[in-house]
């Protein structure tokens, strides 16, 4: 009997996954220490190592996970710590065994980068705090989103205060959450000076704030053309990429740490593990980088964790 196109297409799609999933368990570490990982050669964002050029091409036709299973695969695990207001969750080694506490903050284009930060946290005994709320950037600007986000940044701020472990902050947010602009303010500036501001009033036992700069962001359209080009065996980093233009959008974060004039924020951009400087592929080493429009596939975050790791370590040695 023939088999019907949409069963024959999924039989490959679960081919297709099954020999990634295959080459993940029996392929060696990439690579020793701090920047190795149990995984394929070239798996996600180590396709795209600068230092150490890598190319595996059994990954060109591939997405892990699929665009499908995706939206269903949960953030990095992280334990509700009670109580605890705002909400808090912890990762990493517990505090009794870590050399430092770190505390990761924001809307959900924070929440994404706890798989990247736990790789680090796991490799350096980092103990770390998530702080996070769908909608609300850390910031001391009036949000589109303020009944939702009233007093969430300075509660942030109490906790913080209250728990003088914390020594460094990891923060990010979404390149286009709004704000309300202040009278005799643009839109822009209100936004940059928010930020600006909520990193003033954090206390003196954070030392060190590094801002991750905003990911790409897809179409509506991208996971049916990686579905698509999965299926007939193209390459989906080729058929569906989306111009740099487009995809990255301008990230007031990243601007607003580098006006800073203090000596405590820092920004780790990671655009060049999931751009060149036109375009931006929707699948990066066989790893599906987002999973929607603007969130980080858990998969895409682990695997930024090394390089994550080696820009505070570089951040640091400028520093000093």
């Not at 996970?65 to 109580?83: D, G, K, Y």
Request: aromatic share 6%; proline share 8%; net charge positive.
């Amino acid at each position: 009997m023939r088999r019907a196109p949409g069963r024959a297409r999924a039989g490959l799609l679960a081919v297709l996954t099954a020999l990634a999933v295959g080459l993940a368990a029996e392929a060696p570490a990439q690579r020793g220490g701090e920047r190795g990982a149990p995984m394929p050669k070239c798996f996600g964002a180590a396709a795209r190592d600068p230092e150490r050029p890598c190319v595996n091409p059994k990954l060109n036709r591939i997405a892990i996970p699929t665009p499908f299973q995706a939206p269903l695969e949960p953030s990095e695990p992280c334990a509700r710590i009670r109580p605890a207001e705002p909400p808090a969750c912890a990762f990493g080694p517990p505090r009794s065994d870590a050399r430092r506490s770190v505390a990761l903050i924001g809307d959900s284009h924070a929440t994404h980068w706890r798989a990247a930060l736990a790789y680090v946290a796991r490799k350096r005994r980092w103990h770390g705090i998530s702080i996070n709320r769908n909608l609300c950037p850390f910031t001391l600007a009036k949000t589109t989103s303020h009944d939702r986000c009233k007093g969430w940044t300075r509660g942030v701020l109490r906790w913080l205060r209250n728990h003088r472990e914390v020594d460094s902050v990891f923060v990010s947010a979404n390149a286009s959450s709004g704000v309300q602009a202040v009278p005799g303010q643009s839109r822009r500036d209100t936004k940059i000076d928010g930020y600006l501001r909520a990193w003033k009033a954090l206390p003196s036992s954070v030392r060190e704030v590094y801002v991750l700069r905003d990911v790409p962001h897809s179409r509506s359209d991208t996971a049916d053309c990686v579905s698509a080009a999965v299926a007939r065996r193209r390459n989906p980093a080729v058929r569906c990429r989306r111009p740099r233009s487009r995809a990255l959008l301008r990230d007031l974060e990243a601007i607003a740490a580098n006006q800073d004039r203090t000596d405590r924020v820092r920004v780790i951009d990671l655009t060049p593990l999931m751009c060149d400087e036109e375009f931006c592929p929707p699948v990066i080493g066989g790893a599906l980088v987002i999973r929607d429009i603007g969130h980080m596939t858990r998969t895409f975050s682990r695997t930024l964790g090394p390089f994550v790791g080696w820009s505070v370590s570089r951040l640091r040695r400028a520093a000093r």
